[in-house]
């Protein structure tokens, strides 16, 4: 498994590089945009950990370079503590999921086997809809580029309805999305989250089909 490193502060990519190598991976390490470019276009990787602050092209280009010449290559994007518009920004460049600095190696560890294991399925993306955007792995939501939290219930639903716009979703089918089988649902629940998530983005956001359930336009 071969991971392509680019993190410019040395301590900290020598940390990471000690910390993946027990773990069967093959970390080539580099400290600065350009040449990131150059061996992701040109070599084979599984995988790369970008960091966005780099000399000679930052993250944020590299990643927006590769992902125009429709490179899937899964990005995990290293930024710094609150940089939330640096977080949003790689997510929409194409990122697959991001760490803030500073982070636990175990975590990190944690990310790349659910980024590689993504990888080998099917990818997911970043759901964009009028100004929102929703990131399943991450579980970011944004709208208007301002992050938006959202409570775990109303996140899925919004999951639910942006995965497939268009499409009438039942009643019954986003209770099992949001509840599971043997969770006690109140009759009201649904009705509920979708008049918060229409209070939190705007009102034409969720349709009521009467009598059977909610939809997003296409
Ligand atoms: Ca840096």
């Known amino acids: ?15 990471i590089r000690t910390a993946l190598k027990p ?10 945009g350009a040449s990131a470019l150059h061996a992701l276009t040109h070599e ?5 950990i970008l960091d966005l602050g780099l000399p000679r092209m930052d993250g944020l280009q ?11 290559v899964p990005v995990l ?6 940089a939330t518009s640096d977080r949003i920004a790689g997510l929409d460049a194409g990122a697959d999921d991001y760490l803030i600095k500073p982070f636990d190696v175990a975590e990190l560890k944690a990310r790349l086997r659910a980024l590689l294991r993504r990888s080998f399925n ?13 990131d399943p792995v991450s579980q970011a939501v944004s709208y208007l580029d301002k992050p938006v939290n959202l409570p775990r219930k109303e996140f899925l639903l919004l999951h639910e309805l942006l995965a497939q716009p268009g499409r009438v979703m039942t009643r019954d089918k986003l ?3 949001l509840y599971g089988w043997d969770e006690e649902v109140e009759s009201n629940a649904l009705e509920v989250h979708v008049h918060h998530l229409r209070k939190k983005f705007f009102p034409e956001l969720i349709r009521t089909v009467r009598g059977v359930g909610y939809l997003v336009d296409k």
Not at 1 to 15: K, S
Not at 77 to 82: G, K, N, Q, S
Request: charge should be negative; proline fraction near 5%; charged fraction near 25%.
């Open 175 to 177: 209770q099992q999305a």
């Open 44 to 48: 084979s990787f599984e995988l790369a």
């Open 1 to 15: 498994m071969r991971i392509l490193l680019v993190e410019d502060d040395t301590a900290l990519g020598e940390g």
């Open 122 to 134: 099917r990818p997911q993306p970043v759901f964009s809809y009028r100004g929102i955007s929703l």
């Open 23 to 32: 773990e069967g991976y093959t970390v080539d390490w580099l400290q600065d």
């Open 77 to 82: 994007v290293l930024t710094a503590r609150d």
């Open 62 to 72: 590299v990643l927006k370079h590769l992902r125009a010449a429709a490179n899937p």
